[in-house]
């Protein structure tokens, strides 16, 4: 599956063409298993509905790559204090706390290009973009799974050498960026019946 570019601004429509033509399925055949999409429409939104075939006990992490062209005036809204792990480095580890601030960095807030480059995992199912007068919702469910979003804020941070800006707000399946740091509970698991299912949602709606 591709990942896909979504400015906040775009209307529905558009929306829904730059995503796929509705109704068709998309199918990826893996050796360990077999992932298939389809992508449609329901009242406003842009739905996504995901169909994961593997054997029984099969852990997976899986996350909408939504890469976003934003303005430093952009902010991200979560509700409630959700709780959130922040990957301060490269690396696998992370800090606890709650959204919107955790370790002193403000995950909401986008700004200018500051020099740094932080992910984060935010253990709810829904998300708000919003930039100027546009706002984009995200959100995700999957019944028996573990559901998060994934942020990643890069400001100017990333790579040493060549940095750019890059913000990235991914509806997920499973708690942890790598699969193979996860703890029990932190990724997805196929259930007996061999197949897990999960739905992505997506709006975009524009102040008037």
């Not at 509705?22 to 449609?40: K, M, N, Q, S």
């Not at 979003?149 to 990333?158: E, H, M």
Request: aromatic share 6%.
């Amino acid at each position: 599956m591709r990942a896909h570019r979504a400015r906040a601004a775009r209307p529905r429509g558009r929306l829904v063409a730059a995503l796929a033509k509705g109704g068709e399925e998309d199918v990826a055949e893996c050796p360990d298993f077999r992932l298939a999409r389809r992508i449609g429409e329901r009242g406003d939104a842009v739905v996504a509905d995901y169909t994961l075939a593997a054997e029984p006990g099969y852990r997976f992490v899986w996350a909408a790559h939504a890469l976003l062209d934003l303005s430093p005036a952009a902010r991200i809204d979560v509700v409630g204090p959700a709780v959130t792990r922040l990957y301060p480095d490269e690396g696998d580890r992370w800090l606890a706390g709650n959204w919107p601030s955790v370790d002193g960095v403000p995950l909401e807030r986008l700004g200018p290009d500051d020099g740094s480059a932080v992910g984060a995992v935010v253990l709810t199912s829904r998300v708000s973009v919003h930039d100027g007068a546009d706002t984009l919702h995200l959100s995700v469910e999957a019944d028996g799974q573990p559901v998060a979003v994934a942020l990643w804020r890069n400001l100017g941070g990333f790579p040493q050498g060549a940095p750019y800006r890059s913000i990235g707000v991914e509806p997920m399946l499973g708690r942890v960026f790598d699969r193979a740091a996860a703890d029990d509970g932190d990724t997805a698991v196929v259930p007996p019946a061999g197949g897990v299912t999960w739905r992505l949602t997506v709006t975009a709606t524009r102040r008037t």
